[in-house]
């Protein structure tokens, strides 16, 4: 499994939210398996989204995805500010 994770400042967040479920269908396509939004207790103008994917290339295929098609194109992003941060991780060997 690989998770992306995006985290970015946004204008408001019922705006973004509507914005983010128009693009349910890319999502389930591009092979999403889960997603999680939070937001920091401390600033309402702040998202952090997890989406889960089956391998590494699918998640990177997803953000070359949102780099050029959605988050380029002001239409697409409503209340996005700025260029979001995002990084591919995966789980992690632990020790018993």
């Excluded at 995006?6 to 591009?30: G, K, M, Q, V």
């Amino acid at each position: 499994m690989a998770t992306l994770l995006i985290e970015h400042p946004i204008t408001d967040f019922d705006t973004w939210a509507t914005a983010f479920e128009s693009f349910d269908a890319a999502r389930h396509n591009a092979g999403v398996r889960t997603h999680r939004i939070t937001r920091p207790v401390d600033d309402d103008h702040y998202v952090l989204i997890e989406l889960d994917f089956d391998t590494v290339e699918a998640a990177e295929n997803f953000r070359h995805f949102l780099e050029t098609a959605i988050w380029s194109t002001p239409d697409n992003s409503p209340a996005l500010v700025g260029t979001p941060h995002t990084r591919i991780v995966v789980p992690a060997a632990t020790s018993k």
